[in-house]
């Protein structure tokens, strides 16, 4: 038995938990975001990956209330909540300095937002212990928070955000302040709480591999624009501009003009003096269009002599070769000058290696292998 | 050794300037008046035996006896308070304004705050008499504009004494609170609202509380110097202000008195000694804090 896959942006009937329609926030003469349209749906773990000052942090001060919208509306659950205070909504934020009260208890920081409400001692008690015992502090309760570590604190955002059982919580950056090892641990104990809790969750980051662990979608943000929104796989595989190529991830790009060369096949003419490569696409290009073919270095196999039946072969001489232990990556240079890079596994053992600098080498690739984009 | 060699040095600082001259204090209270240079007796030349055998707590009976005297202290204990929670008032607002100026503009507001101590402070109180007075600054404006007919008393009277004492200690009071408040985070308070607070419960639950031992601090620091304060009083406060500070200079220097005076010196001395180890213990509190 296979489980339904959780897609309800692909459901038409689907209502959105968060709906940006035709939002746009200025801050003076700058657009922040311009025009920007999105649904969120519930129990997803939504994604918003830019570069620094590409909107991504605005969008979530705007969804926690401490944004205005200058132009169009944000809904949740339905309602217009553009003119909600924070303290408000039904939602809660996790902050990138974490925030936490340093004049409270651990207890105290979780509990701080079930006492601003009506409900009853024992209960927000409860609660509190839930948390704790959902986020493993139930030992540093006493704590005040600069008596913890990094992680640790971490974890009490975590706890007091989700406290209120918020309809959404936004995550800012929640795991830049861990080191590598404890944030690829946090990502994976984030996604297990996000699915304990059925919350929503929107996080922002400019940490590509965070994204595509952690996330059910997420959207490619640039200069106050989405480009892209898809699943992971979805982005790195089929990216829609040769800007999500290059953001996410490793590519080769090769620029060219497309020419047709069968049923969603094209010849792309690159260099003046190398023989046109074939590519499959399912968007049409037109004759003479200009291209670019973006390749994955992953899907560039390196050989030392011609593969028999490759759809595309180049030859040329490797240039560098970066050793990271369980894949290496060769930075390969063809004739024209070009610098290809072609990454295999490194399933032998590194002195099994049969090329080296300066040898020459063929790199091939099938023609489904790439993406063909016009922009 | 090294460990003994790193105290000796506060030690010795503090046995200097505290302790030995406070045993002079002590000892001059526990001598009796005299005609003489110095104006008591007994002193060191009359032999330490006999010294030891002359010294007795007359004078702090006799403070006990004239009310001038507790009347004095409770006085000044009342102008001391009020006037810190005044300055409290006053302070508090303009250090919150302070640390919430954009980043540009702080250090000129800083200069602002520190730019009255560069005068004099005698100058800078007997300017209020010309603003205070009767025909002063303040009142003529007030009656230029019609408000008031007739000028209104404000020298010589509790007022201008508490008047007289915000507007002297008011930077100390913003200083420590404007410190405690800048090193605030300014997501605390976006937290706080996130969680369901609105700005005035943030404000009461998460501004003050971060800023308590700046408030501490400041409160002390007005506080401790104003119980004492002579010169403000017997400036602007006139004769029907009592401030022990006066009683003190009086007595040292119009009656000559010095054991009396030494023995208001003393009982002021022990009033403070709480005020100031509960600072002492606030100061030590917020170095640990910090680490």
Known sequence: MSQPVFAPWEDANEKPLIRFQN?????????????????????????????????????????????????????LSGKDI?????????????????????????????????????????????????????TRLEKFAQRKPHQISGGQRQRVALARSLAKAPKLLLLDEPLGALDKKLRQETQFELMDIQETTGTTFVIVTHDQEEAMTVASRVAVMDEGRIIQVATPDRIYETPNSVYVADFIGEVNILKGTAKAAGDELYNVDW??????????????????????????????????????????????????????????????????GQIIKAQTANTQRISRRSF???????????????????? | MRRFSLIAVPYAWLLALFLIPFLIVFKISLSDTALAIPPYTPTLKDGFAALIAGLDFEN??????????????????????????????????IAYGMARAPQEWRATLMMLVILPFWTS?????????????????????????????????ILNTTTAVYIGIVYTYLPFMILPIYAALDRMDDSLIEAAEDLGCSRLTAFWLVTIPLSRNGIVAGCFLVFIPALGEFVIPSLLGGSGTLMIGKVLFEEFFNNRDWPVASAVAVILLLILVVPIVLFQRNQQRQAEAEQ
């Open chain 1, 23 to 75: 939002v746009t926030k200025r801050f003076g003469d700058f657009v922040a975001i311009d025009d920007l349209t999105l649904d969120i749906y519930e129990q997803e773990f939504f994604a918003l990956l830019g570069p620094s000052g590409c909107g991504k942090t605005t969008m979530m001060r705007m969804l926690a209330g401490f944004e205005s919208v200058s132009d169009g509306r944000i809904e």
């Open chain 1, 82 to 134: 553009g003119h909600v205070p924070p303290n408000k909504r039904a939602v809660n934020m996790m902050f990138q300095s974490y925030a936490l009260f340093p004049h409270l208890s651990v207890w105290e920081n979780i509990a701080f937002g079930l006492k601003r409400g009506t409900m009853h001692k024992d209960q927000i008690a409860a609660r509190v212990d839930e948390m704790l015992k959902l």
């Open chain 2, 121 to 153: 402070f005698l100058i800078r109180v007997y300017a209020w008499v010309g603003i205070l007075s009767n025909d002063g600054v303040l009142n003529q404006f007030l009656m230029w504009t019609h408000i008031i007919s007739e000028p209104l008393t």
């Open chain 1, 271 to 336: 260099a003046a003096n190398q023989a046109p490569v074939l590519a499959a696409s399912a968007a049409p290009f037109s004759d003479g269009q200009k291209c670019h073919l973006a390749i994955r270095p992953e899907k560039i196999v390196i050989s030392p002599s011609k593969p028999e039946d490759a759809e595309n072969a180049i030859e040329g001489k490797v240039l560098d070769i970066a050793y990271l232990g369980n894949l290496s990556t060769y930075h390969v240079e063809l004739p024209g």
């Open chain 2, 60 to 93: 702090f009976a006799f403070l006990a006896t004239d009310d001038l005297y507790y009347k004095a202290y409770l006085s000044s204990l009342q102008i001391a308070l009020i006037s810190t929670s005044l300055t409290l008032l006053i302070g508090y607002p």
């Open chain 1, 356 to 375: 080296t600098w300066e040898d020459p080498v063929w790199i091939s690739w099938s023609a489904t292998a790439g993406v063909l984009l016009d922009q």
